[in-house]
């Protein structure tokens, strides 16, 4: 039992490195660039993206820790992990390097990776299919408001 709890420790460790990478980013190089930028109408306040992004972190890291302790697949894991390191580098690429349609075709990535990993979720534990569902509709709305940005800019 110490080491199914010790998995989900690790994999809620990775995971908010990798939200720390982003956040860290963000905060070194979002403005003066961002506020210069036209936004979509339906960007929401800043404010709203941390408690957001940790909720979606904890959502998905408990979603693979379940599948990972039923079924043991290495897989789907590793798709898990690098499906991690795109999402950390969009906030590099976007906030760090300013590559507005870059960071695009790294969200494409990343919403592709969570289909298939929401997909294969559904059959495998519906918890976790459930769990990973905000994720995969937060990520269609970065994806459109990312687009928004590219397209007004």
């Not at 190089?29 to 339906?42: R, V």
């Not at 302790?69 to 976007?94: D, G, M, R």
Request: overall charge positive.
């Amino acid at each position: 039992m110490r080491n199914k709890y010790l998995s989900l420790f690790i994999i809620l460790i990775i995971t908010f490195v990798a939200s720390a990478i982003g956040g860290f980013t963000t905060s070194q190089f979002k403005e003066p660039w961002y506020s210069s930028l036209t936004l979509s109408p339906y960007n929401p306040p800043s404010w709203v993206f941390g408690p957001v992004w940790t909720t979606l972190y904890v959502f998905m890291s408990v979603a693979i820790w379940k599948v990972w302790t039923k079924f043991y697949e290495t897989k789907i894991l590793i798709i898990y992990f690098i499906h991690i390191l795109f999402n950390a580098s969009w906030s590099v690429v976007f906030f760090g390097f300013h590559e507005i349609l870059l960071s695009l075709i790294n969200l494409i990535i990343i919403l592709a990776m969570v289909i298939y990993l929401t997909i294969i979720f559904k059959s495998r534990d519906n918890l976790s299919f459930l769990l990973m569902v905000p994720y995969l509709l937060w990520s269609s709305y970065a994806l459109f408001l990312n687009a928004s940005i590219l397209i007004l800019n």
